[in-house]
């Protein structure tokens, strides 16, 4: 039983070796770049825009409403990084139904990286809003002695994310091929169309947990002395 | 029964009591939550979209626990680090 696309060698030379999980990564940005290029060549504020247009600007709006929703901050500048986890991690998981394509979400290299970039934009994200300093005060909040619970807080969850998009694209291909040699035909596509499910829910979910450690990251500020001001400022925005 | 069929029975006995506790608690949970998220869709329909929105953070959140049990057991069943150090030992 192959448990990770990374067992699956597609091409070696000497020193490098090219894994289904690269190959199918590699796809996945090609399709998601090539499709957004090619619908932005012809960009129009005519008052009937083509139909690709709009489903951009659905995904585009709709994105920057649950952003908005979560995080009670203009979406603005969480959208490149927050959307592209998104749409990555759903294109990689839809495209899952397409025979022949291993997600290279259900390789826990993939989702560790993810990971490790959620990990390092939150202190990012955090200093830019509230200086270093400021930043480095929220570990210490409550009182000094929760500054060991913060960062093991900090690390598990970084663990947690990882592993459960993992699990969850992982546990969806084993499961086909089990109920495959059990029940062939019927059973299998029943669990596909739940795989799609949720495989989109998991990418959303990512992504709102993306959001909510970076907002934690951001917002300790604004809870302070002008909480009032911003919380005016969003309930507008609204 | 020699050691090397003792381990392995043990391995998979205990991947099987893993995914079996392992869902029990966030089968409870999952439970709980949606039971609760509906009780107060009902009260509130208004609401009812930051209701969802939380309630599928949640529940993913709860179903994690139950995910990292499945990804041991299944750790233990395909890929057992102690496995291949157990067949050179019985080899030796």
């Known amino acids: 039983m192959r448990m990770t696309p990374d067992e699956f060698v597609i091409a070696e030379w000497d020193t490098v070796r090219l894994n289904a999980t690269v190959v199918y990564t590699w796809l996945v940005m090609a399709v998601l770049v090539g499709t957004a290029r090619i619908i932005t060549l012809r960009l129009t504020e005519a008052e009937k825009p083509s139909r690709w247009q709009n489903l951009l600007e659905v995904l585009v709006t709709g994105m920057r409403d649950q952003i908005r929703q979560v995080s009670q901050q203009e979406p603005g500048r969480y959208l490149p990084f927050i959307g592209t986890l998104f749409l990555f991690i759903a294109t990689s998981n839809v495209l899952a139904v397409v025979p022949g394509f291993m997600p290279p979400t259900g390789s826990i290299s993939t989702t560790a990286a993810l990971a490790l970039c959620v990990l390092i934009a939150v202190p990012l994200y955090g200093i830019v809003d509230q200086g270093v300093l400021g930043y480095l005060r929220t570990y210490v909040q409550p009182t000094f002695l929760m500054l060991p619970f913060n960062i ?35 059973l299998p ?7 799609l499910l949720t495989g989109l829910i998991q990418a959303y979910i990512f992504a709102v947990l993306a959001m909510v450690y970076i907002a934690a ?19 507008v925005h609204q | 029964m020699d050691n090397v069929g003792l381990i392995g029975a043990v391995s998979i006995l205990t991947a099987g009591l893993t995914i079996a506790i392992g869902s029990l608690g966030p089968a ?51 890929t057992n680090p102690i496995w291949d150090r157990v067949l050179a030992m019985a080899a030796r």
Do not use: H, K
Not at chain 1, 162 to 173: D, F
Not at chain 2, 34 to 41: E, N, T, V
């Open chain 2, 28 to 78: 409870f949970g999952e439970a709980r939550t949606a039971a609760q998220a509906l009780a107060s869709i009902a009260q509130q329909p208004d609401e009812s979209n930051t209701i969802t929105r939380t309630l599928f953070v949640s529940l993913a959140m709860i179903e994690s626990t139950a995910i990292y049990c499945f990804v041991v057991s299944m750790i233990l069943i395909f």
């Open chain 1, 217 to 235: 990251a951001t917002r300790a500020r604004a809870r302070e002395p002008d909480a009032t001001a911003g919380a005016a400022d969003s309930s």
């Open chain 1, 152 to 186: 093991l807080g900090e690390i598990s969850r970084t663990v947690a994310l990882a592993v459960r998009l993992y699990g969850n694209v992982m546990s969806g291909t084993i499961l086909a091929a089990l109920l495959i040699s059990i029940i062939p035909f019927f």
């Open chain 1, 189 to 195: 596509v029943l669990m596909q169309l739940l795989g």
